[in-house]
């Protein structure tokens, strides 16, 4: 069974940085398709950010610019790099695992992240 542990989030002010990072447990890591999503509150959970095994990556288009997705398969831990971050980011982020066939799909419990002065 996979295990994703989010970790990184808390309050930051406009126009702040956090990084969040994902690690994973488990030997499926590197072929895995690794994103970020994210839930505010009343809305439903919209994709982030994603990375495939091969490092491409695609972003949802409010965030392009300011966000930056990354991978470290030795450490089995995807980041998230969240700068110039607005109060419309705040929102619960979620990581998330997908295989290539999407043969698999496994999420994290969320970490908060609070944009607010």
């Known amino acids: 069974q996979v295990q994703l542990v989010e970790s990184g989030g808390g309050l930051v002010q406009p126009g702040g940085s956090l990084r969040l990072s994902c690690a994973a447990s488990?030997?499926?890591?590197?072929?895995?398709?690794m994103g970020w999503f994210r839930q505010a509150p009343g809305k439903q959970r919209d994709l982030v950010a994603t990375?495939?095994?091969?490092?491409?990556?695609n972003y949802a288009d409010s965030v392009k610019g300011r966000f930056t997705i990354s991978r470290d398969n030795a450490k089995n831990t995807v980041y998230l790099q969240m700068n110039s971050l607005k109060p419309e980011d705040t929102a619960v982020y979620y990581c998330?695992?997908?295989?290539?066939?999407?043969?698999?799909?496994?999420w994290g419990r969320g970490t908060q992240v609070t944009v607010s002065s």
């Open positions: 998330n695992m997908r295989g290539p066939l999407y043969n698999y799909d496994y």
């Open positions: 488990g030997s499926i890591f590197s072929i895995s398709t």
């Open positions: 990375i495939t095994s091969g490092g491409s990556t």
